[in-house]
């Protein structure tokens, strides 16, 4: 029993948004003229307990990172006393102005709210080093590739609600970020998106700066250098990028056994690489102008891209044995040039606090040159392919949302291509394609109570394409992404869901051409391939068990109408073409963790298995494990980081092939200060000959190779980049140059 004249004090905290309790919420106990008399911090529930208090006039403050500070005066009675729940509601944080100890992992009704310390600033140069800096479990981030894969799939970029290319997530400044959210299952204007990531930055209004960025590969020649410039006046920006980036190295070697069953023998030979060279150079240039306003959004942007890769050459030795007894030299010479310029219109538009609507249009045409040249001692096979591709997409989406508890929206999409491509060599065609296909998709978005959210997401694509002289192609498809989220509280969430949807046939794939491979050997296309139907049905479970940060998954996709390689005889030739009949099936389990052990050491863990098996002629079945680990360590303005992840042996879905993948590691140091960062990585410092293993049986044709390269061993690289700010500050301006360039051609590889 407490002294006479002490008593309990009891309270509630939650977040405003979902109505769950808000755990760690610092709550501090003040005398009416502000003295500290003691302070506690909220239970997984969102709830606190002061004892022994005495009867008089006090001030509760609440404080939580992410939201805003609340000052309650109330009167303690001469007895215990509950106060009314305390809803606090999310707060724009300024890391320049406060000191952030420590990420926030803020647990929100549809996503998670990660606030970035310090340090997780202060040594990170682009939008994906802040990314990988916040460990989030479950969340890969290659900073290299610049690419976001998450539980659920490849992420989608956001910056202030606006989709973002991958440059201009580079080029974010991450000192402009004040948080981000991370949806895991995408709700509202983020519906249809396997996962978003949408990063929140300061806005500046008048100012500009210039960028300048330079990496260079130390082991073999790969350089990359940017250079960019950006003003801003009042409500609009005027920004410009361009860049450079080279690659040369000595190709990939192979040694390869292959055993082809033809109609009157069978052909057994081994390939061994005594040579290789490629080398590839690509430029790009943006003007980009946008104008934003409370209601709205507006850009507009070209671009230019040119990538060539005037040699991917190797040099060969054959060995035949059986049938045919001997053994020749042979060598393959190809080159590959691209020119694309391309156009895009974005608008987002918010008449209404409940209402959006968004609208984009995108053109481009690219202008693409193949010449490849196969000898075999005095035998020469050469094909020469000119093409005019040209592409034009166009989304809309409309979000309602009248009340807390529900929303929808409904958006469609229309995606076109167009090729042209002109074939000379030793098959003359001219093959012209086109292909489209239209998504619309409806969304249902329902909160039961403060605990429960479902999703019911319907929708249906169609998918025409005809290759000029064949018949037309069209495919209904049904679509579906339904799910439920039950949270415990403000900390951990379980769900489980179902989704369906389709894929396209890759579009080089779809045409009647042939194309010579080797003297045995001929590609082919297919223009009658179906289209690939997934469906997923997954649980997951999120959330923070004292200082770690979990996620845990299992899932199983099935990959019906897979599209896979397909071999058979014609005349005592191998034909190498696609099907689309088989279906591939994976069973998945895995867990990430991610923890803050101080504020300068901070790491993550990650675990997977999966059990990958496909159907068909031959069934086919493989179990593989994989642990991943990284570890970051921040010294004053030094930041350590070293990774490491264990060998791999898959099933791959789109070979049909069973390859090995080498185990990998790598230390980086990166050091920071003021407008200049300087960075050196070494990858796989301990590989001196790491090879990638391949072997496929597809009965009348069955190979194994192992594939070594320069790129596969230790290497390491050095990085260079400065910022010069001048006026005013203006947030930091993103490149938004599409580098990727399509192709319809066939080509032997």
């Known amino acids: 029993m407490p002294a006479q004249g002490q008593h309990l004090l009891k309270g509630h905290i939650s977040d405003d948004e979902s109505g769950a309790g808000l755990s760690l919420t610092t709550v501090r106990l003040l005398t009416q003229d502000s003295v500290f008399v003691g302070g506690e911090v909220t239970d997984d529930q969102g709830d606190f307990l002061f004892k022994d208090l005495k009867s008089g006039a006090y001030i509760l403050a609440l404080s939580n990172i992410g939201y805003v500070s609340q000052f309650i005066a109330f009167h303690m009675p001469d007895g215990d006393c509950t106060l009314p729940p305390v809803a606090l509601k999310t707060d724009v944080v300024f890391l320049n102005e406060i000191e952030v100890r420590g ?43 610049r690419t976001v894969t998450a539980a659920t799939g490849t992420a989608t970029m956001y910056i202030n609600g606006v989709k973002a290319d991958f440059r201009e ?53 790969d350089g990359k250098y940017d250079a960019g410039a950006k003003i801003s006046h009042n409500h609009t920006s005027y920004t410009f990028f361009g860049g450079y980036h080279t690659k040369a190295y000595d190709g990939v070697k192979k040694e390869k056994s292959e055993e082809l069953f033809l109609a009157d023998y069978t052909v057994t030979r081994d390939r061994t690489t005594e040579d290789a060279d490629f080398s590839n150079n690509r430029q790009y240039a943006q003007f980009k102008v946008s104008n934003d306003t409370e209601k709205r959004n507006l850009w507009g942007q070209v671009s230019f891209v040119h990538d060539g890769t005037p040699h991917n050459d190797r040099n060969e030795t054959l060995s035949y044995t059986g049938h045919d007894e001997r053994r020749i030299p042979s060598s393959e010479q190809v080159d590959n040039e691209s020119l694309k310029p391309a156009v895009s219109l974005n608008g987002v538009f918010s008449p209404t606090e409940k209402q959006q609507l968004k609208v984009e249009l995108n053109g481009s045409y690219a202008q693409n040159r193949y010449s490849r040249i196969y000898r075999e001692t005095e035998q020469e096979s050469f094909t020469e392919a000119d093409e005019d591709f040209y592409t034009f997409d166009a989304y809309s989406r409309y979000t309602f949302r009248p009340d807390s508890k529900n929303t929808f929206s409904g958006s469609l999409m229309h995606y076109h291509y167009i090729t042209s491509a002109l074939y000379s060599g030793d098959y003359h065609s001219r093959q012209h394609l086109w292909k489209g296909e239209t998504i619309l998709t409806a969304n249902y978005v329902h909160e039961f109570g403060e605990k429960v959210t ?47 949807g389709n894929h396209q046939p890759n579009i080089s794939s779809l045409n009647s051409m042939d194309q010579t491979i080797d003297f045995y050997q001929v590609k082919r296309g297919n223009p009658y391939l179906g289209n690939t139907k997934e469906s997923t049905l997954y649980f997951m479970y999120e959330g923070r068990i004292k200082r770690l940060n979990v996620q845990v998954r299992l899932w199983h996709e099935i990959f019906d109408n897979n ?20 279906s591939y099936n994976t069973l998945n389990s895995d ?101 990638y293993r391949e072997q496929a049986d597809y009965g009348v ?11 596969y061993q230790q290497t390491g690289y050095l990085k260079l980049a400065y910022t010069f700010d001048f006026g005013k500050k203006t947030s930091r301006e993103e490149k938004n140059v599409d580098g990727s360039i399509n192709s319809a051609i066939l080509k032997a590889e």
């Open 103 to 145: 990420s926030a992992f803020i647990r929100k009704k549809d996503h998670l709210l990660v606030i970035p310390d310090r340090q997780q600033i202060k040594h990170s140069f682009s939008g994906y080093d802040l990314l990988y800096n916040l460990m989030i479990p479950g969340l890969t981030v290659d900073r290299k590739n």
């Open 169 to 221: 997530v580079q080029h974010l400044r991450p000192g402009d970020i004040e948080k981000v959210e991370y949806y895991l299952l995408p709700t509202g204007k983020y519906v249809g998106d396997a996962a978003s990531v949408n990063y929140i930055t300061k806005t500046y209004n008048t100012g500009g700066y210039v960028t300048l960025e330079g990496e260079q590969n130390v082991a073999y020649m």
């Open 454 to 500: 479902a999703v019911f997401n319907p929708g249906c694509s169609m998918l025409n394409y005809r290759l000029h002289g064949d018949r037309l192609q069209r495919i209904w498809t049904l679509r579906m992404n339904t799910w439920i989220r039950y949270r415990f509280n403000s900390m951990q969430w379980i769900g489980g869901g179902f989704s369906r």
């Open 563 to 582: 599209i896979v390689p397909d071999y058979y005889t014609e005349n005592n030739r191998l034909i190498s073409s696609y099907r689309s009949d088989g």
């Open 591 to 691: 867990m990430s963790v991610s923890c803050r052990i101080s504020d300068a050491l901070r790491a993550s863990l990650g675990l997977k298995y999966s059990r990958m098996y496909a159907s068909g002629e031959s069934d086919l079945s493989r179990d593989n494990f994989v642990a991943s680990a990284d570890v970051n360590y921040f010294l004053k303005s030094f930041a350590v980081n070293v990774y490491a992840k264990t060998a791999e042996k898959i099933l791959d879905r789109k070979l049909l092939a069973f390859v090995d993948r080498p185990a990998s590691c790598g230390l980086s140091v990166r050091y920071s200060r003021g407008k200049w960062m300087a960075e050196a990585a070494v990858d796989n410092p301990f590989t001196k000959q790491a090879r």
């Open 701 to 711: 044709y069955q190979y194994s190779q192992a594939l070594t390269s320069r790129i």
